[in-house]
């Protein structure tokens, strides 16, 4: 079983920024394409960026051009970085493998664009 963990959320104003992490228990993101996902209130939880085991990236039209989703083998790691932030941007978001295995959701990290 595999555990991964989001942190770096937050309140933050429109326009800001952020870095999220999600760390696995084991070396996954060797073996596994991962996807960072966000669910708001009341909506379905969605794919917002994807980074193949070649190392491509793939990003919801909502996010292309703000969002950087990057890995990081070595510490287990991969990040998303959201930029621009827009009050729409407001959810919880998780990391899984892309397409997700049910058994590896984590908690999410809330991310709040307010002013």
């Known amino acids: 079983q595999v555990q991964l963990v989001e942190s770096g959320g937050g309140l933050v104003q429109p326009g800001g920024s952020l870095r999220l992490s999600c760390a696995a228990s084991r070396s996954i993101f060797s073996i596994y394409a991962i996807g960072w996902y966000r669910q708001a209130p009341g909506k379905q939880r969605g794919l917002v960026a994807d980074?193949?085991?070649?190392?491509?990236?793939n990003y919801a039209d909502s996010v292309k051009g703000r969002f950087t989703i990057s890995r990081d083998n070595a510490k287990n790691t991969v990040y998303l970085q959201i930029d621009s932030l827009k009050p729409e941007d407001t959810a919880v978001y998780y990391c899984?493998?892309?397409?997700?295995?049910?058994?590896?959701w984590g908690q999410g990290t809330q991310v709040t664009v307010s002013s």
């Open positions: 980074i193949t085991l070649g190392g491509s990236t």
């Open positions: 899984n493998t892309y397409p997700p295995l049910r058994e590896w």
